[in-house]
Structure formats: structure tokens, C-alpha cells
């Protein structure tokens, strides 16, 4: 069965980074794309970007462009985002998930990382 | 850039039929999936592709899409349907949209 098992939650204090990790299992990593959408607390789903598994595209969010990045390793089979430059407005719970194809659905989702900013 | 909206609120009874909706340009020419959301819970899939259900979703969870609006149907919804719940599309062959969310109340 398909499952994302994601890092453990994390403090950070404002201008530093955080690199969060999606380990997939139960399908084959590099036939999908691997997701980050983030939740801040009352605030709606928000899309940060995508990395295509099989040859490492990526596709950042306008909103995110310049400070983060998407990466996978294959033999892991997990993939990793590292968001920069961070402030309060970070604090969030991010998920990752999969989709398939050009314009796929997040059909399986990550159990969520809680990050928070602070000083 | 592409957006979607989505009520903030919507009330049922118990039993009764929820609809929500998700409007944007012509949106019945993308693809539109539902997400359900609860408190201290990863999203979970109810519809994609504007009215296909994954398995496990109970069938009172419905989709349709034309125009400029989709929606959300629950039918006889029940107390455990009480959650947010968020419409999304691709706005390009690249990018994502999320709309804003509807936190729906089973009163």
C-alpha cells in the first residue's frame, strides 16, 4: 500500500532554513510527482511546488520562487524540501503527496510536518 | 493568476444535502478534485476528476462541474462529515490552485 512516512517536527528561528524529508513506499517512486503543499494555522492549503521523481523537474509556487527547493534521491525513494530565509508567516504544517502525470490528483498524502518559526 | 472561491461557511443538518461550491474561469474546462480536511489529519481524496469517487469514499459524496463553478455534493450528511473541505484544479500544466476552503458544520 502506498505510504509517506515524513520528518519529525521542527523549530526554527527566523532567517534560518529547514529541509523537511517524504520518504515514500508501496508504488514505484519514479512513474509520479511528489508534492508540497503547506497549511499555516486558520490559513488554506497552500501549493509550494512539485519534483517530477523519475527525471527531477521541478516547479516552484511564484510565491516560494527563490527561496524554495525540491529534491528527491531515487535509491531512497524519498524526496526533500528545504525552505530558506524563513519568518513567523512560516509556521505551517507541510505535506507531501503524489500525483500522476500532467495534471494529476493528490491521491495519497504524508502524515504532515509541523515547522515553526520563532525566535 | 488562476484563482478559485469557495464560501468560508456552510451549514447542514443531519441527513440533509451539503453543497459547496468552487467557482473560477470557465472552470468546467479543468479537471477539479475535493479534498476533506480534519483537524490533525493529512487531507484525504473524496472526488477527482470534476465527479469520480476513490474507493472507501462513501457514495452520499457526489462532484459535478460546468461553467464556471464545480460542486461538492454530500448527501444524508452525517456528523463525521463535519470538516473543511477544499476544492483544487491546475491552473496551467504546471501549476497548482487550492481553493480557499469550506468549513462545513453538520448542526
Known amino acids: 500500500q502506498v505510504h509517506f512516512v515524513q520528518s519529525g517536527a521542527a523549530v526554527k528561528k527566523p532567517g534560518a532554513s529547514v529541509r523537511l524529508s517524504c520518504e515514500a513506499s508501496?508504488?514505484?517512486?519514479?512513474?509520479?510527482?511528489i508534492q508540497w503543499v503547506r497549511q499555516a494555522p486558520g490559513q488554506r492549503l497552500e501549493w509550494m511546488g512539485w519534483?517530477?521523481?523519475?527525471?527531477?523537474?521541478?516547479k516552484y509556487s511564484q510565491r516560494f520562487q527563490g527561496r524554495v527547493t525540491i529534491t528527491r534521491d531515487t535509491s531512497a525513494t524519498t524526496a526533500y524540501m528545504e525552505l530558506s530565509s524563513l519568518t513567523s508567516e512560516d509556521t505551517a504544517v507541510y505535506y507531501c503527496?503524489?500525483?500522476?502525470?500532467?495534471?494529476?490528483?493528490?491521491?495519497?498524502w504524508g502524515q504532515g510536518t509541523l515547522v515553526t518559526v520563532s525566535s | 493568476s488562476y484563482e478559485l472561491t469557495q464560501p468560508p461557511s456552510v451549514s447542514v443538518s443531519p441527513g440533509q444535502t451539503a453543497s459547496i461550491s468552487c467557482s473560477g474561469d470557465k472552470l468546467g474546462d479543468r479537471f477539479v478534485c475535493w479534498y476533506q480536511l480534519k483537524p490533525g489529519q493529512s487531507p484525504v481524496m473524496v472526488i477527482y476528476q470534476d465527479k469520480q469517487r476513490p474507493s472507501g469514499i462513501p457514495e452520499r459524496f457526489s462532484g459535478s462541474n460546468s461553467g464556471n463553478t464545480a460542486t461538492l455534493t454530500i448527501s444524508g450528511t452525517q456528523a463525521m462529515d463535519e470538516a473543511d473541505y477544499y476544492c483544487q484544479a491546475w491552473a496551467s500544466n504546471t501549476d497548482v490552485v487550492f481553493g480557499g476552503g469550506t468549513k462545513l458544520t453538520v448542526l
Open positions: 503527496a503524489r500525483t500522476y502525470g500532467d495534471h494529476g490528483n493528490f491521491d495519497y
Open positions: 508501496g508504488y514505484t517512486f519514479t512513474n509520479y510527482k
Open positions: 519534483i517530477s521523481a523519475g527525471n527531477g523537474d521541478t
